[in-house]
């Protein structure tokens, strides 16, 4: 299936889809003003690829500076659809890159992985 | 305006450690471009990066609240493009960041509620509050956003929040004015 990019806007970030390598990256800022709507395309080509996928090692690298309540529902789902990969013989890298002077960002990370615990989950510390 | 009340009002901004005041028209756009000029503004202030990113994180929260549910716009301006005002300042170590938007009364009892519900949590509550909110799918009619914007506000302030509502002026029947402050 194809790659997919979108590139980061001020309020948007960048996402970097490289299906074809088996490696993910959504990094930057994310407070769009309807968070559904901007991730509805991520998260259909999201799940059109792990349901395709099987047997792979994949790669996900968050690196988020900031992102708002509605965007931190949909991180929560993308996690839970990671974890689920897992059923299909994948194993699942999150790399969680966060300021190391953040730890809201942090906490976030570390809480949600512990609630996917298949997911090969490590923080990143990554200085601003 | 006179001069001389000009005068007293820088007197009063800087009494009052306002950092950055803006009343009118919200938008995405908007909001983005004044985030990025008060996050610009804070470092050059030499904010810690934590008060820095919980100033910011605020005023998304409540100008997209005001974005998502501001009530009244077309009766006020005969547009529907939502808005409000807002004011982030400093007092001592603190920072503060109040909004006001109006709201339909038909909702102000709920939000009374919602609010007067985070202002009776310690911040352990609303820390456990936000983690059982983000993982339950639960949605009210009214919440357009993930319902977790007021928790966020709560979650990110070093007090309890505070608010009031007010009849709005010659419109009291079916506005009122919210104030919303949270200090961090």
């Known amino acids: ?128 | 305006m006179q001069t001389e009340i000009y005068r007293a009002f820088r007197n009063f901004v800087a009494e009052q450690g306002v950092i950055f005041y803006y009343n009118g028209y919200l938008s995405q756009p908007i909001v983005a471009a004044i985030g990025e000029a008060l996050r610009g503004k804070l470092e050059a202030e030499d904010a810690s990066g934590k008060a820095t990113r919980k100033v910011f994180s605020t005023f998304v929260e409540m100008m997209q609240n005001i974005i998502h549910y501001a009530d009244g716009a077309e009766a006020l301006s005969g547009t529907a493009t939502p808005f409000g005002n807002v004011a982030v300042g400093r007092l001592g170590e603190r920072y503060y960041i109040v909004s006001g938007n109006s709201v339909a009364n038909s909702h102000v009892e709920r939000l009374k509620s919602r609010l007067d519900a985070l202002r009776a949590m310690s911040s352990e509550e609303i820390r456990a509050e936000y983690r059982r909110k983000l993982r339950t799918e639960e949605r009210d009619d009214n919440s357009k956003g993930a319902g977790l914007g007021f928790l966020t506000v709560a979650r990110e302030a070093s007090e309890p929040i505070e608010y009031f509502f007010e009849p709005y002026p010659g419109l009291g029947e079916t506005l009122s004015f919210f104030t919303l402050k949270a200090t961090v």
Do not use: C
């Open chain 1, 1 to 128: 299936m194809e790659d997919l990019y979108i590139a980061p806007e001020r309020d948007k970030p960048e996402i970097d889809f490289k299906f074809s390598q088996h490696h993910l990256v959504l990094r930057g800022e994310s407070f769009p003003e309807n968070a559904v709507s901007f991730y509805a395309p991520v998260v259909a080509a999201l799940m059109n690829y792990l349901g395709r996928t099987h047997d792979t090692d994949i790669t996900v690298d968050f690196e988020l500076r900031y992102f708002n309540s509605s965007s931190t529902k949909i991180l929560l789902n993308v996690f839970r659809m990671l974890d689920q990969a897992s059923s299909n013989h994948n194993r699942v890298h999150v790399n969680w890159r966060h300021d190391p002077d953040d730890d809201t960002v942090l906490e976030f990370g570390n809480d949600i992985a512990s609630d996917f615990i298949t997911l090969k989950y490590q923080a990143v510390p990554v200085p601003a």
